[in-house]
């Protein structure tokens, strides 16, 4: 018990503090609905081109895993990403059913709609910015790693960022990346209805931050399991987990840059190559 204790205190000091976790700027500004047409379809794009080919690395995840614990949660994650039925309280898709229209990359489609978007233009590797390419091949790197613990530090510390906020209260609440893009999109289909223009189905963030409320709840217990296994080692785990959330980071940035860059305001001094993952 004292060893996972002084181990929790180490992760939120080198896993917690992260900038893409206490601030992240793209979804700050998103959440007041000041983005017009144009910079939410790009959201959209970026997002779908993220969640489509995060199946590749999602099975990279499943079979690398180190235990048989994040095999079955990898697993789980995959078939709800296809379409498969999660029930939000366990995690799981036992006994759910399949329908196509439920793969996460048609609820996006589905929101892209609303846009004019073109079904086949989401999702598509050459949708996709330099940054997301970035992002997705840093996460091959990681998450997907053949090496169980890099894994496994990458699966925690994503959790962490996904969940960051939620259950704690409004004010906590407040700036997890998930809420903030949700506030800012109903914000958008106010004004969208407001000129008669058919509103963006949210389904697809509204279900991920059900989700992750949940696993935000498991992410202390799942940590200690993962401390318990033979062979454990804090330094490859942690690396995984820095080198994720660096990656996540990328992906972010480069929205803000490009949104920076669509509504003409001054350019961010960001230099995304310098993550070159």
């Known amino acids: 018990m004292k060893e996972f204790e002084a181990f929790k205190s180490v992760v939120r000091r080198e896993l917690f503090t992260h900038p893409v976790i206490t601030g992240n700027p793209f979804t700050a ?47 789980n994650i995959l078939m709800n990403e296809c379409g498969v039925g999660l029930d939000p309280r366990t995690g799981s898709v036992e006994g759910r059913t399949f329908a196509t229209g439920n793969a996460h990359l048609n609820w996006l489609r589905e929101a892209g709609a609303a846009l004019g978007l073109e079904p086949m233009q989401l999702g598509r590797w050459s949708s996709g910015s330099g940054a997301t390419h970035r992002f997705l091949n840093g996460l091959d790197k990681t998450y997907g790693s053949r090496d169980a613990m890099i894994g496994a530090g990458a699966s925690f510390a994503i959790e962490c960022w996904a969940a960051s906020g939620l259950g704690g209260g409004p004010r906590l609440e407040a700036g997890n990346f998930w809420r903030q893009l949700i506030c800012g999109l109903e914000r958008v289909n106010g004004r969208r209805s407001a000129e008669g223009l058919d509103r963006i189905p949210l389904g697809f963030f509204k279900f991920h931050a059900e989700i992750e409320a949940g696993h935000g709840v498991n992410v202390w217990r799942e940590l200690e399991e993962t401390l318990a296994q033979p062979g454990f080692d804090a330094r490859r785990f942690l690396r995984g987990g820095k080198k994720a959330l660096d990656a996540i980071e990328v992906f972010w940035l480069g929205l803000d840059a490009s949104r920076r860059e669509r509504g003409r305001d001054a350019f961010a001094d960001v230099n995304i190559a310098q993550w070159a993952l």
């Open 29 to 75: 500004w998103f959440s007041r609905g000041e983005a017009d047409e144009e910079q939410v379809a790009d959201l959209l794009v970026q997002f779908s081109v993220f969640s489509n080919h995060f199946l590749v690395l999602q099975v990279k995840r499943m079979v690398n895993a180190g235990t048989l614990e994040g095999e079955r949660c990898a697993r």
